[in-house]
């Protein structure tokens, strides 16, 4: 009697065990699938290398960071950090005229952090990604235009 309620209790414990393995498995399947948005990038108001038409006076640095996520096996990582640049360069722009009412961004740089604790700027996408998710840091130079005063003389007839 003893051996057949201990099989009994193996059986239940293992059936326990294969019902519970199904629905831990079934439930890591079906993850969601990652959102991804295109983004422009604002060339009438955020420049990297040239400089604007009309003079303008710096009012001050702006910097963003932008995290994404990098579990998109339908996109390619570079193809991901460049469309972030873009996402980055469109909220330095808000930052911009949100914080300083500037005009626009000049001097649009992406920069990295190393390990050791130094850092470089690039004038082209450069991201930093841990696998699971992404981030890039940019900086650049918040400008205001110098308004164009159109006062014209026009001597008053007497």
Known sequence: MLLFEIRFYFFRVRSIFWVLSL????????????????????EDAVFIDTKPAQKYKVLGPVRVRVRYSSLNAEREEQDLCKNYFNKGAR????????????????????VVYYMDGKSKSFTTA????????????MEGKAIRYFSKSKKSFSPSAP
């Not at 629905?23 to 604002?42: G, Q, V």
């Open 91 to 110: 909220d330095l722009l808000k930052r911009a005229r949100r914080d300083l009412k500037a005009d626009a961004v000049i001097n649009v740089r992406s």
């Open 126 to 137: 450069e991201c930093s990604d841990d696998g699971g998710e992404g981030q890039i840091l």
């Open 23 to 42: 629905f831990f498995i079934s439930s890591c399947a079906s993850l969601p699938d990652p959102k991804y948005t295109a983004f422009e990038f604002p």
